[in-house]
């Protein structure tokens, strides 16, 4: 909807000029200084900014350059012109660089537009209060902040949604997260703001100093994460290599133990665990001799214990390091196992986990083509299941992942695989076997 | 009471009623709300930031510069002495005794390099002293104090510890500052506002201090996997590690380049782990091919290139090569040692024989002689790291780990053992 889209662009343009014109007409000049100083501050952070939380949109983020508009509203609180003022640095954070270089001007007009209307409004809600200290300070802190997230939202998910051709309750769903922030962020800035106002340029120095090495520990972090997460590629690229036959399973057991995780309502935290845990569940194969691992038909009771035997050792030797820990449990058969017998020191969120990567686990292994059976039916795994849940699986996983695939519409197991293997002899229709150790419950 | 080993009750209640009397006497004797700032500035020495290179320094700090240049001399001692005696007692109640010597003395240091700045601001400057001027002397007091006993203190000389600590020194000290200009321009309410970006500060340091942990086990099990595979001796990376890490502390090398040799040590046998069909690669792998393979697979993983030319410039496992970098030499030297000590602590000497026989250039034997200079003074190097390895050792007792591949490993066999699996 790029007509819309424009619209939008031009409204919020006009409608900034418009305001600003009109406050320069009847509240006279803004204060210059602190509108080249805070602005510059403001630019360069919305160009240097660290983001803590992504929005996946691709446009929704939020910085600190709106720390520092909410710092020059309580700075010039007390000026006649103090909206001009606090409109005019709200404009600096639409100067974002990439759109600059990119000559997208609709984008730089919209962003400045937006921005300035969004602090004249936080201006105009902190300067109606006139207490000038103690709790009455915050609430006013607090309703400049709300003022300044409403005006902000109601531009951008308008635009975002159009921009993306998405729906409004898709873009909300994924900016709501950051609306918390409007209030830290928004309240920390005019408290910082107070705080420059009484000790002037010095307080700005001591503040900046520590807010740049908070960043610069920011963007470190950032980095650390992304090497931790490739080397948790490289480690899943290990254990699939163990197994060539049964490529993707990993991820796919990930994905199904988020869409079980995330209908039982777990929290971002927890299906970030859930995730990387799904990640690390096949990590005991690692210890199992690969000419067991790989060995069509059925292994004999004693290759069988020494496969036990090799994955716990696995498992357990991994178990030594802290990170792996908690992933180790929810790896182990003993906790995967609805029905086993869970240790009772065993956190209950984390049992939780093994059976929902045991039920991940079971529905990918059956809905895929191993060496010695081609992929089961889509209907034929969830009879599976449904047939084991409250001896084997937890039957409330089961639920949860039947419901999740049935209302996402989608398919999978015979006829719907996406990674299918060359193997040198053709697997049979039905059957079992030995590849992976998550079919190995099936197998006995 | 969580202590590792039972402090007598005696002990405790002495300490406890000295601590009371102190923070009372400062009540009495000094200004009204004297005995409120000891309990914050004792409470601070609980509270710790997290460096991101391993150790803390505590949040105290803040308070203690701000104590320090707000108030007169004597009732800034007395206030810090109340602090550190009851934040020695608070401690006592969650913490091992041995950090609690660590962590008091320490906060004792900086509360005397604290008042020692301020008394020497005031011998320089005549007239009245500015309060910045009190805070600034105050700050830079708290970290050359708590530097020096952070270092002498735990009785090690790990530079890289003390320089990675500089960032969040540098943080509360300005923390500090602004919290004493704001009390003394504004009141007590607005050092509540200026210390609240401390609660940001030490939120991402917690974070980067997380993640750097995290990551740093990640490599430490991508370490073990060709070690389940029975391409190398179990707990061979975990010793070689350790050795690595007391190389680059003996050698002076930065934070980046101890990372760096620590990773490539851990993962100098990757290569030897097959990433295709592991059936169509039987054939023994030279120590050159399988640190290029290592550095290969690194590098389609996206990690730290650096790391991957380090991998293939040391070709560790071997002795028949020309390092050429000082990061090289240590990553083989370690690796090699502990190749030829692995967990026999007698083995010690004979590995440092031929390990400093086959140095061979400039960057080899600095690594040796290092190598050598540390055995001989650090008795416990070569136990700590067997140690370290042990641990997972056991949870493989009584299984053939070798035949994982096939038996194609050679675990324990002298250089070049390592064979694609």
Same mark, same amino acid.
């Given at each position: 909807m790029?007509h819309?889209?424009?619209?939008?662009?031009?409204?919020?343009?006009?409608?900034?000029?418009?305001?600003?014109?009109?406050?320069a007409?009847?509240?006279g000049?803004?204060?210059?200084?602190?509108?080249?100083?805070?602005?510059?501050?403001?630019m360069?952070?919305?160009?240097?900014?660290?983001?803590?939380?992504?929005?996946?949109m691709g446009?929704?983020?939020?910085?600190p350059?709106?720390?520092?508009?909410m710092?020059?509203?309580?700075?010039?609180?007390?000026?006649?012109?103090?909206?001009?003022?606090?409109?005019?640095v709200?404009?600096w954070e639409?100067?974002?660089?990439?759109?600059?270089?990119?000559?997208?001007?609709?984008?730089?007009?919209?962003?400045?537009g937006?921005?300035?209307?969004?602090?004249?409004a936080?201006?105009?809600?902190?300067?109606?209060?006139t207490?000038?200290?103690?709790?009455?300070?915050?609430?006013?802190?607090?309703?400049?902040?709300?003022?300044?997230?409403?005006?902000?939202?109601?531009?951008v998910?308008?635009?975002?949604?159009?921009?993306?051709?998405?729906r409004?309750?898709?873009?909300?769903?994924?900016m709501?997260?950051?609306?918390p922030?409007?209030?830290?962020?928004?309240?920390?800035?005019?408290?910082?703001?107070l705080?420059?106002?009484?000790?002037?340029p010095?307080?700005?120095v001591?503040?900046?100093?520590?807010?740049?090495?908070g960043?610069?520990t920011?963007?470190?972090f950032?980095r650390?994460?992304e090497a931790?997460?490739?080397?948790?590629?490289?480690?899943?690229?290990?254990?699939?290599?163990?197994?060539?036959?049964?490529?993707g399973?990993?991820?796919?057991?990930?994905?199904?133990?988020?869409?079980?995780g995330?209908?039982?309502?777990?929290?971002?935290?927890r299906?970030?665990?859930?995730?990387?845990?799904?990640?690390?569940?096949?990590v005991g194969?690692?210890?199992v001799p690969?000419?067991?691992?790989?060995?069509?038909?059925?292994?004999?009771?004693e290759?069988w214990?020494?496969?036990?035997?090799?994955?716990?050792?696995?498992?357990d030797?991994?178990?030594?390091?802290d990170?792996?820990?908690?992933?180790?449990?929810?790896?182990s058969?003993?906790?995967?196992?609805?029905?086993?017998?869970?240790?009772?020191?065993?956190p209950?969120?984390?049992?939780?986990?093994?059976?929902?990567?045991a039920?991940?686990?079971?529905?990918?292994?059956?809905?895929?083509?191993?060496?010695?059976?081609?992929?089961?039916?889509q209907?034929?795994?969830?009879?599976?299941l449904?047939?084991n849940?409250?001896?084997?699986?937890?039957?409330?996983?089961?639920?949860?992942l039947?419901?999740?695939?049935?209302?996402?519409?989608e398919?999978?197991?015979?006829?719907?695989?996406?990674?299918?293997?060359?193997f040198a002899?053709?697997?049979?229709?039905?059957?079992?076997?030995?590849?992976?150790?998550?079919?190995?419950?099936?197998?006995? | 009471?969580?202590?590792?080993?039972?402090?007598?009750a005696?002990?405790?209640?002495?300490l406890a009623?000295?601590?009371?009397?102190?923070?009372?006497?400062?009540a009495?004797?000094?200004?009204?709300?004297d005995a409120a700032?000891?309990?914050?500035?004792?409470?601070?020495?609980?509270?710790?930031?997290?460096?991101?290179?391993?150790?803390?320094v505590?949040m105290?700090?803040?308070?203690?510069?701000a104590?320090v240049?707000?108030?007169?001399?004597?009732?800034?001692?007395?206030?810090?002495?109340a602090?550190?005696?009851?934040?020695?007692?608070?401690?006592?109640?969650?913490?091992?005794?041995?950090?609690?010597?660590?962590a008091?003395?320490?906060?004792?240091?900086s509360?005397?390099?604290?008042?020692g700045?301020?008394?020497?601001v005031?011998?320089l400057v005549?007239?009245?002293?500015?309060?910045?001027?009190?805070?600034?002397?105050?700050?830079?007091?708290?970290?050359?104090a708590?530097?020096?006993?952070?270092?002498?203190?735990?009785?090690?000389?790990?530079?890289?510890?003390?320089r990675?600590?500089?960032?969040v020194?540098?943080?509360? !000290?300005?923390?500090?500052?602004?919290?004493?200009? $704001?009390?003394?321009?504004?009141? %007590? &309410?607005?050092? *509540? =506002? /200026? +210390?609240?970006?401390?609660?940001?500060?030490?939120?991402?340091?917690?974070?980067?201090a997380?993640?750097?942990?995290?990551?740093?086990?990640?490599?430490?099990?991508?370490?073990?996997?060709?070690?389940?595979?029975?391409?190398?001796?179990?707990?061979h990376?975990?010793?070689?590690?350790?050795?690595a890490?007391?190389?680059?502390?003996e050698?002076?090398?930065?934070?980046?380049?101890?990372?760096r040799?620590?990773?490539?040590?851990?993962?100098?046998?990757?290569?030897?782990?097959?990433?295709?069909?592991?059936?169509?690669?039987?054939?023994?792998?030279?120590?050159?091919?399988?640190? !290029?393979?290592?550095?290969?697979v690194?590098?389609d $993983?996206?990690?730290?290139?650096e %790391? &991957?030319d380090? *991998? =293939? /410039? +040391?070709?560790?496992?071997?002795?028949?090569?020309?390092?050429p970098t000082?990061?090289?030499?240590?990553?083989?030297?370690a690796?090699?040692?502990?190749?030829?000590?692995?967990?026999?602590?007698?083995?010690?000497?004979?590995g440092?024989a031929?390990?400093?026989?086959s140095?061979?250039?400039?960057?080899?034997?600095?690594?040796?002689?290092?190598?050598?200079?540390?055995?001989?003074?650090?008795e416990?190097?070569?136990?700590?790291?067997?140690?370290?390895g042990?641990?997972f050792?056991?949870?493989a007792?009584?299984?053939?780990?070798?035949?994982?591949?096939g038996?194609?490993?050679? !675990?324990?066999?002298?250089?070049?053992?390592?064979?694609?699996?």
């Open positions: 790029p819309k889209r424009r619209a939008l662009e031009t409204s919020a343009g006009i409608a900034a000029a418009t305001v600003v014109t009109a406050l007409v009847t509240s000049a803004p204060s210059w200084v602190v509108v080249v100083s805070f602005g510059a501050m403001v360069l952070a919305e160009n240097f900014d660290v983001l803590i939380h992504r929005a996946g446009g929704a983020s939020l910085t350059g709106f720390m520092l508009t710092a020059s509203i309580a700075v010039v609180r007390d000026d006649s012109a103090a909206v001009l003022t606090a409109a005019l709200g404009a639409g100067l974002y660089l990439p759109q600059i270089r990119q000559r997208d001007f609709g984008a730089i007009i919209f962003n400045c937006q921005f300035a209307l969004s602090s004249c936080a201006a105009i809600v902190f300067t109606s209060f207490a000038t200290g103690g709790w009455m300070l915050v609430v006013a802190a607090i309703a400049a902040a709300i003022a300044y997230g409403l005006v902000n939202v109601s531009f998910l308008p635009f975002v949604a159009w921009k993306h051709n998405e409004f309750g898709v873009v909300w769903a994924d709501y997260r950051s609306v922030n409007y209030l830290s962020w928004g309240l920390l800035g005019l408290l910082i703001g705080v420059c106002k009484e000790l002037g010095l307080a700005i001591l503040l900046a100093i520590p807010m740049g090495i960043r610069w920011f963007s470190s950032n650390v994460k931790h997460d490739k080397s948790v590629q490289l480690f899943i690229r290990l254990i699939e290599a163990k197994d060539p036959y049964t490529a399973h990993t991820e796919r057991v990930a994905q199904y133990s988020l869409y079980i995330e209908e039982l309502g777990l929290n971002a935290n299906l970030e665990h859930l995730r990387q845990s799904a990640l690390m569940h096949d194969k690692l210890a690969s000419r067991l691992l790989n060995k069509p038909g059925k292994l004999t009771p290759e214990d020494v496969v036990k035997r090799h994955n716990t050792a696995g498992i030797i991994l178990a030594n390091i990170f792996m820990r908690t992933m180790a449990v929810v790896a058969d003993e906790h995967g196992r609805y029905d086993g017998s869970s240790r009772t020191d065993t209950a969120d984390l049992v939780l986990e093994a059976h929902i990567v039920v991940a686990d079971a529905f990918d292994a059956m809905t895929s083509t191993r060496a010695y059976r081609k992929a089961l039916a209907e034929v795994a969830y009879e599976e449904r047939k849940a409250g001896s084997q699986f937890n039957p409330v996983c089961v639920d949860a039947i419901k999740v695939i049935d209302e996402r519409g398919r999978y197991g015979a006829g719907f695989e996406v990674n299918v293997h060359q002899t053709p697997p049979p229709e039905a059957g079992v076997g030995s590849a992976g150790l998550g079919d190995l419950e099936l197998a006995q | 009471m969580t202590t590792d080993r039972q402090l007598p005696a002990l405790v209640a002495a009623a000295l601590a009371s009397a102190a923070i009372v006497l400062t009495m004797l000094g200004e009204p709300g700032v000891a309990a914050v500035v004792a409470v601070g020495l609980l509270v710790p930031v997290r460096v991101p290179w391993g150790g803390t505590p105290g700090n803040v308070p203690m510069i104590a240049s707000l108030l007169a001399h004597w009732n800034a001692a007395a206030v810090l002495g602090a550190v005696l009851a934040g020695t007692v608070l401690l006592l109640c969650r913490r091992p005794r041995h950090d609690v010597v660590y008091s003395s320490r906060y004792a240091a509360a005397a390099g604290a008042m700045a301020v008394l020497l005031d011998l005549v007239g009245d002293v500015p309060m910045l001027a009190n805070a600034v002397g105050a700050s830079v007091g708290v970290l050359a708590d530097l020096l006993a952070a270092r002498f203190a735990s009785g090690s000389h790990d530079r890289l510890a003390t990675s600590a500089l960032p020194h540098l943080t509360l !000290a300005c923390a500090g500052i602004l919290v004493a200009v $704001a009390v003394d321009a504004v009141g %007590v &309410a607005m050092a *509540l =506002v /200026a +210390a609240f970006p401390l609660l940001i500060t030490r939120f991402s340091f917690d974070r980067y997380g993640a750097t942990d995290t990551l740093d086990q990640t490599v430490q099990a991508l370490g073990l996997v060709p070690e389940l595979a029975g391409l190398a001796p179990l707990g990376s975990e010793r070689s590690a350790h050795y890490r007391a190389l680059a502390r050698l002076g090398f930065d934070r980046a380049a101890t990372t040799v620590i990773t490539a040590t851990r993962l100098h046998h990757l290569g030897a782990l097959p990433l295709e069909n592991e059936e169509s690669q039987d054939e023994a792998i030279a120590p050159f091919e399988m640190a !290029a393979h290592g550095a290969r690194l590098r $993983a996206g990690l730290s290139a %790391v &991957a380090l *991998l =293939v /410039a +040391a070709r560790a496992d071997t002795l028949d090569a020309i390092a000082l990061e090289a030499a240590v990553v083989r030297v690796a090699t040692f502990d190749e030829l000590v692995g967990d026999d602590a007698d083995a010690a000497d004979r440092l031929l390990v400093s026989a140095a061979r250039d400039a960057h080899s034997r600095r690594a040796a002689g290092a190598l050598l200079e540390l055995v001989a003074t650090e416990s190097l070569v136990a700590d790291a067997i140690a370290a042990d641990r050792r056991e949870a007792v009584g299984l053939d780990l070798e035949s994982v591949t038996g194609r490993g050679g !675990a324990g066999e002298l250089l070049p053992f390592t064979r694609r699996g």
